[in-house]
């Protein structure tokens, strides 16, 4: 397309829009584990601290790969792949993706996160050709999206109206299926968590880039530190979260995969209700302790919470006991810190671009 520019296209994205920040001094004991692997689209980095830690990332990488396979829509082997080849069919679907239900459900973030995107995000070829979806073609999409039944158990996901529309017929283009790019990150590092947990890591961080989470405290004593990307210079942090035990962080914005056309920025964080990119941010974090934000959980609000925009992000954190830092589209960053009682901190390095 003419006059677009590409940024960061192509599946691996490897620059991480939150950053975990080395120790400023190095600690006593052995030195930690530290690894990074290509998975989840982009790169997948952990230390761990302990005796066994070795072992314990190896299970956690497995942990994360088991997460991929059943929810990568973008590998045609994975489980929910399998399932988008014919959506309109109700199928058994793995409980990765009815946890992954079960956390929007119970996170009431209503119509702002939506499972079954995948045939809208396709319209715009972030990956190969960006491309402005055509208003019929989005149009279309969209109301199938909205079509998706998420049913029981028992009947597992399908997709509720063949519509008679061919363009929407099962492997058309526009045929609606499961994308859960905006979940499986968080759910795959609860499963490293898990994983490093049984096989007695005291201490650990996983991150992947955009979400980050940690457990136990560091054995010197510091603090964990997540550091905040400027949405206009990645290269600077804005901000630094800290806190002594298990949390996690999760950043949504509209600088991770996008292209520009006339004027405007069309990035990857959709609007249900319409199929464009949500305006109104241009990143959103959100941060809590693990007794009150799994990885899962904060993966799933940083995207819910971005498309619900600033004006209802902020009651929604303030009311559910988590921090939020925000950069809104003039580059004004606003803040709700994390309750005093969960000892998270969040400092203010920078002013964002604005
Ligand atoms: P990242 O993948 O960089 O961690 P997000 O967690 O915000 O970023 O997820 C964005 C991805 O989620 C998109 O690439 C798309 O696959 C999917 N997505 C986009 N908008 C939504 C939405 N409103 N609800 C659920 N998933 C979405
Ligand atoms: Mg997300």
């Known amino acids: 397309m003419k006059g677009v520019v590409v940024h960061r296209a192509g599946r691996v994205i490897t620059v991480a829009c939150a950053l975990v920040l080395a120790a400023s001094a190095a600690g006593c004991g052995p030195a930690p584990v530290e690894r990074s692997r290509p998975a989840l689209g982009t790169a997948v980095a952990i230390t761990a601290y302990g005796e066994d830690a070795e072992t314990a990332v190896e299970s956690a990488y497995l942990a994360i790969a088991e997460v991929e396979t059943a929810t990568d829509a973008y590998d045609p082997n994975s489980a929910v792949s399998t399932f988008n ?13 009815l946890e992954i239900r079960g956390a929007v459900e119970r996170l009431g973030v209503g119509e702002a996160f939506s499972m079954a995107l995948l045939g809208v995000v396709r319209l715009y070829s972030f990956e190969s050709s ?3 979806p055509a ?3 989005l149009a279309l999409a969209v109301a199938a999206a909205r079509g998706f039944t998420l049913q029981g158990d028992g009947q597992g996901v399908f997709a509720r109206v063949k519509d008679p529309d061919p363009r929407l017929a099962a492997g058309a283009a526009l045929a609606p299926g499961l994308d859960l790019g905006g979940a ?3 759910l ?12 007695g890591v005291d201490a650990a961080v996983v991150s992947a880039g955009s979400t980050t989470v940690t457990l136990g405290s560091k054995p010197d004593d510091e603090a964990w530190r997540v550091g905040i ?3 206009r210079d990645p290269a600077t942090i804005v901000a630094v979260i800290s806190g002594p035990e298990a949390l996690c962080v999760s950043t949504s914005g509209d600088y991770q995969k996008f292209f520009e056309s006339g004027g405007l920025r069309y990035h990857h964080i959709l609007d249900p209700a319409t199929g464009s990119p949500a305006r109104g941010l241009r990143s959103l974090t959100v941060f809590g302790p693990r007794s009150t934000l799994s990885g899962l959980d904060a993966d799933i609000l940083s995207t819910a919470l971005f498309v619900m925009g600033p004006d209802a992000a902020i009651p929604y954190a303030e009311e559910h006991g988590l921090g939020l830092y925000l950069v809104d589209d003039e ?4 803040v709700v810190p994390a309750p005093e009682t969960s000892g998270i901190v969040l400092d203010e390095e920078a002013e964002p671009t604005p």
């Open 331 to 334: 580059g004004r960053a606003r």
């Open 130 to 132: 960006p491309t402005i």
């Open 188 to 199: 795959a590092l609860d499963r490293a968590y898990a994983a490093l947990a049984a096989a």
């Open 229 to 231: 990307e400027d949405p």
């Open 184 to 186: 499986a990150k968080g």
């Open 135 to 137: 208003p019929g073609d």
């Open 85 to 97: 080849t014919d959506p309109y069919t109700a199928a058994y679907l793995p409980p990765e993706v």
